[in-house]
């Protein structure tokens, strides 16, 4: 009974290791998509910053291209930061 009940304890180990570890692939995936997001998301305000510039003042539509460039920059700013800490913050 002894020896069933310690394979039995191994067998149980094994799977709850199996279940909590995550692969690499998924891991990989999962930084690569909050990059993505954080890249389109400062591009996104940028874009609507420099609409909202432009209707409140009626300017130029080159108010609306500044801005996007500007949350371009952020956006590539903010993934090269994410990739330096590795995500840890």
Same mark, same amino acid.
């Given at each position: 009974?002894?020896?069933?009940t310690q394979n039995l304890q191994e067998k149980i180990k094994q799977q709850k290791a199996s279940?909590?570890?995550?692969?690499?692939s998924s891991v990989g995936f999962g930084f690569a998509m909050a990059?993505?997001?954080d890249m389109v998301c400062?591009? $996104?305000v940028? $874009?609507?910053l420099g609409l909202l510039i432009q209707?409140?003042?009626n300017s130029?539509?080159?108010v609306v291209a500044c801005f996007s460039i500007l949350g371009g920059i952020a956006g590539l700013?903010?993934?090269f930061q994410m990739g330096l800490r590795g995500d840890k913050g």
């Open positions: 009974m002894t020896q069933e279940e909590h570890a995550p692969e690499a990059m993505m997001t400062c591009f $996104l940028g $874009l609507g209707n409140m003042f130029a539509s080159w700013i903010s993934v």
